[in-house]
């Protein structure tokens, strides 16, 4: 599964709107309201195309609400139409005002594409390599859905479990919790037992939160990591990682745990959808689409620079859609397209944009001011001072800034060098 392009008419409040995408990241940048999370919904209704006839709970339709609304009128339809080299030929739905009712014939190229692999999940000894396809909201640590009798997991599913809810805002931490509090718990009853036993789903988890670790903690590579239940903690699960680090995984802060839960999710689809493959057999070969809203949720700044480095490197050939505020992710972000959303309109920024200062990506690419606005105000004073060689204003705005931002503040800096320069030109 890929998407190459999208086309959107009417679609909250995108009037009419067409990008093309890479096959890698592309990371969308805007001011709230500006349809960061609305583009990633787009894209969700194009990509619930695969799903078709054969699973038509999974789709992600278009609601009635989402229809454009124009000076206190809906517009007649909603239209979201894609592209895909995989697939032979375009795909669409379309939502009309006066139906309320999406159509269906329009998404058959995506659906015909997903069915291939739907059919294959009935062979016992298929294993053709399935798409990866999830939705990760900005709900996607509190709004749990798990409580559902709907979205339990069923091991009768087998490889279809990968797709649980997975292009719903609700996540499914209840699930994999679950999961994993069974599959550690059965693993050492095995070990008990002396009876050998390889789980490869669980050792793919592992391994996917091992990596994750050792990137962001700095850990060596021989670290020990222990994942298990306590029954002294009402069976919380723990993961342990260092002497100072034996904690339950509510415990640990809200960035940790999303960070943590993010790439769980991630391996444990991908383990779920193509089961025979250990994890570094998933990294080489495993493709899909993942949209991901405000991937800086929660995270330090520290942790912020490498999130997408490290999801890169888990699922190099998976096409994400991605959404930040952050200029921190922005500046370290180094392969893939970025995209501005401003004034309901996308564009592509064409200019080099990694290992840019975080002050020139607030100001040239986020559209936001790198300082104080009025602290700002007083520099742009200062300079306009030196310009005129009004010494009585620019020395004491000077003094004030410099025991405001200090002597090695690169704006207090320039200005002595500017006035000393000037100076010296005076005096020859």
């Not at 999940?121 to 709907?150: C, G, H, I, M, N």
Request: charged share 25%; with cysteine; glycine share 4%.
């Amino acid at each position: 599964m890929r998407i190459d392009s999208i086309k959107v008419q009417n679609f909250k409040n995108f009037d009419n709107l067409e990008v093309s995408f890479d096959p890698g990241v592309n990371l969308f940048v805007g001011s709230n309201g500006s349809g960061k999370t609305s583009i990633l919904e787009a894209i969700n209704v194009a990509a619930g195309g695969f799903f078709g006839s054969q699973e038509p709970k999974l789709q992600r339709v278009i609601d009635y609400d989402e229809i454009r609304i124009v000076n206190g009128q809906r517009a007649p339809y909603t239209t979201i139409k894609a592209s895909s080299q995989l697939i032979q030929n375009d795909w669409s739905r379309t939502i009309r005002r006066d139906t309320k009712a999406n159509d269906t014939k329009g998404i058959k190229a995506a659906s015909d594409y997903g069915k291939t692999f739907f059919e294959a999940f009935e062979l016992p000894d298929d294993r053709t390599v399935t798409p990866l396809v999830a939705y990760y909201s900005t709900q996607r640590l509190f709004k749990d859905s798990s409580s559902s009798s709907k979205q339990k997991y069923d091991a009768a599913n087998a490889r279809r479990n990968g797709y649980l809810n997975c292009l719903k805002e609700n996540a499914i931490k209840g699930v994999l919790d679950e999961w994993l509090a069974n599959a550690v718990t059965r693993r050492a009853t095995f070990q008990i037992k002396d009876i050998e036993n390889i789980d490869l789903i669980l050792e793919n988890v592992e391994a996917a939160i091992r990596f994750t670790l050792i990137e962001f903690l700095n850990l060596p590579s021989d670290f020990s990591l222990k994942i298990y239940q306590d029954p002294d903690f009402n069976n919380e699960l723990f993961v342990n990682y260092d002497e100072e680090h034996n904690l339950p995984i509510s415990y640990y802060s809200d960035g940790f745990r999303n960070l943590l839960y993010l790439i769980f999710d991630l391996i444990w689809r991908a383990s779920q959808l193509n089961p025979w493959l250990n994890f570094e057999e998933l990294k080489a070969i495993i493709f899909g689409v993942v949209t991901i809203d405000e991937i800086d949720l929660h995270l330090h700044s520290k942790w912020q620079a490498k999130t997408i480095s490290v999801i890169q490197q888990v699922f190099p050939g998976v096409q994400f859609f991605i959404t930040t505020h952050s200029p921190t992710v922005v500046a370290n972000f180094e392969k893939g397209s970025l995209y501005v959303i401003n004034a309901n309109q996308i564009e592509r920024h064409a200019d080099n944009f990694f290992g840019k200062q975080i002050n020139n990506v607030l100001r040239n690419i986020l559209g936001a001011p790198d300082r104080h606005v009025p602290t700002q105000q007083k520099i742009d004073g200062l300079f306009r001072a030196i310009d005129d060689n009004l010494s009585n204003l620019y020395l004491p705005l000077l003094t004030e800034l410099t025991e405001l931002l200090g002597v090695e503040d690169p704006d207090v800096i320039k200005a002595r060098t500017l006035i000393e320069w000037k100076e010296d030109i005076a005096n020859v």
